[in-house]
Structures are given as structure tokens and as C-alpha cells.
T-cell receptor, first 111, second 119 residues
């Protein structure tokens, strides 16, 4: 399973764009990149998933370069409620494949 | 979106007792469910993979006789912490994998977690 590396923590202010980069040098051909958000005492919540290039949804954008060895989660105009831990995971799709969580990035958004 | 529930959300028990935690996929069938535990300020640690109708697959270092997993139906998996001790106090989270879409990949849907405190 591909190992991921993310910054341990980040700080931002309300209204700013936040970019969290994740390294996954050993990503396999059939691996997808998935980002989850977790608030204290809650289960993780799916944010976005991609395979290559760029993916955008109503919450975030995910940028994946051609070599797929890294990815960047972009949160536009963050608010205080975006303060959470963000996890980058890589893994193959399909029902029997497990996802292993890394340390995650603890994002603190300040007023 | 797909919803996964857990029951109870919080439980306090005495040392030596057993505690059962239920994980249900409410609006989809999940052939595979996963159990995690999480200590304060730490990441989620995968404990086991639960497949409907078969024995669970435990991660290295997880005692299968202590953490009993049963996946009796496509919508229910249970984790029983047997003879619980204070060091078993943790946040237990389950997840269920939805049907493989075949297009953009799939994702796991997580339950809200169960806070276990063993006195």
C-alpha cells in the first residue's frame, strides 16, 4: 500500500485559499487518491477523489500532476468551520481493498 | 449520500465486561466493512476488514479473540470488545464500502464513531 506524507499542521485565516499537498511516491497504477476530513469525535467525511489531472466539486479541488506522485487538496475561501484534520489516502478501488490512514494534516483556521 | 450509523455513540463499562458496537449501512448494501480505532490526537488505525458471511481479516497486532467481529448481513457488522480493560478505551469507527461504481472509483463511508470508556 502506498505511503503518504503530509504536513503535520497548517494555519490559515478566514477567506483564504488553503492548499494541502500530499506525497505518495509509490502510488500504483490502479490507485486512486482520496481525501477525507475529520472533526473531533466524528468519523471521517469524504471530500474528494481523483485519479489524474484535476477534479473539482462543490467543496474542494484536487490537483494531480502527470506523474501522480503527489496531489494537492485546495480549499477555496476557508471558514472557521473548516478547522479539522485532513487525510490523504491512496488505494485501489474495489470492495476488498483497505485504506490506511496516515497522520493527516491538522488545519487551524483563525478569524 | 450513503449513510452509516453506529450504536451506541458512547459507552462506559466496568473492567472485565464485554461491549458490543453495531455498525449499519442504512441505505446501501456493504459486502465489506472496516473497523478502526483512534486514540486522542492520533490517526485512525485499521483493526480489521469484515466481509459478509466470512471471517474477518485482522491487521497485525490486533487480537482477534479480544475484538470479535461478526458481519452477519449486508447491512450490519458488529465489534465486540471482550473482557474490556482501561487500555481498550478509545474511539471506535466503522466504515462501509459502497458498490463499486466502475467509473470514478469508490469511497468508504464512515460511521460517526463510538466512544468507549472502560473504568
Amino acid at each position: 500500500l502506498a505511503k503518504t506524507t503530509q504536513p503535520i499542521s497548517m494555519d490559515s485565516y478566514e477567506g483564504q485559499e488553503v492548499n494541502i499537498t500530499c506525497s505518495h511516491n509509490n502510488i500504483a497504477t490502479n490507485d486512486y487518491i482520496t481525501w477525507y476530513q475529520q472533526f473531533p469525535s466524528q468519523g471521517p467525511r469524504f471530500i474528494i477523489q481523483g485519479y489524474k489531472t484535476k477534479v473539482t466539486n462543490e467543496v474542494a479541488s484536487l490537483f494531480i500532476p502527470a506523474d501522480r506522485k503527489s496531489s494537492t487538496l485546495s480549499l477555496p475561501r476557508v471558514s472557521l468551520s473548516d478547522t479539522a484534520v485532513y487525510y490523504c489516502l491512496v488505494g485501489a478501488s474495489g470492495g476488498y481493498n483497505k485504506l490506511i490512514f496516515g497522520a493527516g494534516t491538522r488545519l487551524a483556521v483563525h478569524p | 449520500g450513503a449513510v452509516v450509523s453506529q450504536h451506541p455513540s458512547r459507552v462506559i463499562c466496568k473492567s472485565g465486561t464485554s461491549v458490543k458496537i453495531e455498525c449499519r449501512s442504512l441505505d446501501f448494501q456493504a459486502t465489506t466493512m472496516f473497523w478502526y480505532r483512534q486514540f486522542p490526537k492520533k490517526s485512525l488505525m485499521l483493526m480489521a476488514t469484515s466481509n459478509e458471511g466470512s471471517k474477518a481479516t485482522y491487521e497485525q497486532g490486533v487480537e482477534k479473540d479480544k475484538f470479535l467481529i461478526n458481519h452477519a448481513s449486508l447491512t450490519l457488522s458488529t465489534l465486540t470488545v471482550t473482557s474490556a480493560h482501561p487500555e481498550d478505551s478509545s474511539f471506535y469507527i466503522c466504515s462501509a464500502r459502497g458498490p463499486y461504481s466502475g467509473t470514478a472509483g469508490d469511497e468508504q463511508f464512515f460511521g460517526p464513531g463510538t466512544r468507549l470508556t472502560v473504568l
